[in-house]
């Protein structure tokens, strides 16, 4: 199952969903025909820290006029989503933590240009024998202007689970990790969606480690070794001796 882990910029479009290679045989739910991609991954199991703050980037449609090509992107700690849609009893029974503004006017924040991986000649999923397989036969169309932003900084009163959904169609994602923030070393990092990457860790790696038997005076080509070094002097103090008594 793909995972996306830390980084802290996720691009949401939409793609085919890939029947059962794809969303069904991730989540064991039947989806219909679209779902969410993110930084490329289809539905991926996302990690994220608390106390890190999360830019998304949302190309999932802009006009609710046209609900097909309508989907805000947000995250709540519903595993179905679909808020918009809900009355407002149902609406009280879920929590949304990043995605809308509640002032005067319920406004979803994720919405921006429509992206979506398409298919090039029909749904030819079940031809391939992985979904990465299927997806390179994908093709990303764009319509034209600028992606939907909002921030996210998980806290201490974020569940370890919650969900990213579409606000207006159910069943177009997954799940979301909530960890403490990691202390004791750097997390890896995910370019272009990539495999993870751990940062160096400065000395990580080199052996500084020094033997028992040798000084590093540095400067002079090399290690003197501390044995050797005891034998040179041993033996000086022996040669000493002995001309002092010959005396």
Not at 4 to 9: M, R
Not at 52 to 60: D, I, P
Not at 150 to 172: G, K, M, R, S
């Amino acid at each position: 199952r793909p995972v996306l882990e830390h980084t802290t910029t996720i691009n949401a479009r939409i793609g085919q969903s890939g029947s059962e290679k794809g969303y069904a045989g991730i989540t064991g739910t039947a989806g219909w025909g679209i779902a969410w991609y993110l930084n490329g991954l289809l539905i991926p199991n996302v990690t994220v820290f608390r106390g890190t703050t999360y830019t998304f980037k949302v190309e999932g449609g802009e006009n609710p006029d046209n609900s097909a090509r309508y989907h805000p992107f947000y995250i709540s700690d519903n595993q179905r989503g679909g808020y918009l849609a809900k009355v407002e009893a149902a609406r009280q029974q879920e929590t949304v933590y990043a995605g809308f503004a509640f002032d005067e006017d319920t406004k979803p924040l994720g919405v921006g240009r429509y992206c979506e991986y398409k298919n090039i000649r029909g749904d030819r999923s079940s031809e391939f024998d992985s979904f990465e397989d299927y997806k390179s036969s994908l093709e990303l169309e764009c319509d034209e202007g600028e992606a939907g932003s909002f921030t996210w900084t998980p806290d201490e009163n974020t569940p370890d689970i919650v969900y990213y959904q579409c606000a207006t169609h159910q069943f177009l994602g997954w799940s979301m990790q909530v960890k403490d923030a990691a202390t004791t070393s750097s997390p890896p990092v995910v370019i272009n969606g990539g495999p993870s990457v751990n940062p160096p860790i400065p000395g990580e790696g080199e052996d500084n480690s020094q033997d028992d038997d040798s000084l590093n005076f540095g400067g002079l080509n090399g290690d003197v070794h501390t044995s050797a070094a005891l034998r040179l002097i041993m033996g000086a103090l022996s040669f000493t001796i002995l001309v002092i008594f010959s005396l």
